[in-house]
């Protein structure tokens, strides 16, 4: 038996696979023969490694498989290509980001051809695009029409030298630290976007029970949407018109509360703070 040469033989049936058009997806199939697949769009911030294919061949195996048994099967590809990576990227290399987004996803999609991905390249999107984003932006307008998006102030990650807010992943190690500058990242409190999700906490949680999900991911759905059942009791504040609301599972214990404690970041934390305390919650 000779030698398996991938060089020589993988090239050669990748060129029969995009020539006859393989892995397209036929625009009108039989009923009940289509089959939508989807893996994870990467970050275009450079060339792809070992753990790019890792996460994608359990949904190309079965897109195959499918295939295999005459399904009609929607593979695309695209670059989730906005966002700090990205720019970062960019930043540290000396290039223009759209430059540098559209020269990774050339490559990115050269070594996805090497590598045999069935994907249907007809499908591909940037979501640095214009023509994909706008439909974003029109989702986002419906939200905002229906009360579903809102501006409210809230604690975040900032920058003070990148001048931008920052999420969890991208503040590094204990000393809390930009991961694109290294400067001590501050929480500032800013106005800004949220989705009003708790609308349709009680549907997310019971679709929950219709999904063929392991377990042990359904659970961290359920503890992610954060449905809790108690009651609001408000505390009076000695020798002032103020008032503290809190929220709690066991209202039966509330006859045995002894003292609160109020977050320095509360709107209250300012005006109740005695004077001898104040340096500790602006240092915290």
């Known amino acids: ?16 696979w995009q020539e006859t058009g393989l892995y397209e997806t036929a625009v009108a199939p039989a ?12 970050y275009p911030s450079g060339n792809l490694h070992a753990g790019h294919w890792y996460a994608m061949t359990g949904a190309d195996v079965l897109a195959r498989y499918r295939r295999m048994q005459g399904k009609n099967v929607l593979f695309p590809m695209g670059w989730d290509a906005f966002g700090l990576p990205a720019e970062n990227a960019a930043i540290k290399h000396g290039i223009p980001p759209a430059e540098w987004t559209r020269s990774n996803i050339a490559d990115m999609k050269q070594q996805f051809g090497r590598m045999g991905a069935s994907f249907d390249w007809n499908k591909e999107l940037s979501t640095a ?3 994909y984003y706008r439909w974003t932006q029109w ?36 000393a809390n630290l930009c991961e694109r500058c290294d400067t001590p990242v501050e929480k500032k409190e800013l106005e ?12 997310l949680l019971s679709d929950l029970d219709d999904l063929d999900w392991p377990e042990k991911i359904k659970t961290m759905q359920r503890d992610w949407i954060g449905k809790s059942q108690g009651a609001q009791v408000t505390f009076p504040v ?11 599972t066991r209202p039966d214990t509330i006859h045995g509360a002894t003292y609160m404690v109020l977050a320095p970041e509360h709107p209250l934390a300012g005006e109740i703070t005695t004077p001898s305390r104040q340096e500790a919650v602006e240092t915290y």
């Not at 000695?238 to 609301?245: G, K, Q, S």
């Open 1 to 16: 038996m000779k030698q398996y040469d991938p060089k020589a033989i993988e090239p050669k049936w990748q060129q029969v």
């Open 31 to 42: 009923e009940g023969q289509d089959w939508y697949q989807l893996a994870m769009f990467p």
């Open 129 to 131: 695009d214009p023509d």
């Open 139 to 174: 989702l986002f307008l419906l939200l905002y029409e229906q009360g579903l998006a809102y501006r409210e102030k809230g604690l975040q990650h900032w920058c003070p030298s990148c001048q931008t807010v920052l999420a969890n992943e991208q503040v590094v190690g204990q």
């Open 192 to 203: 800004q976007w949220f989705f009003k999700i708790t609308d349709y906490a009680e549907e």
């Open 238 to 248: 000695v020798e002032t018109d103020e008032e503290i609301e809190v929220f709690t």
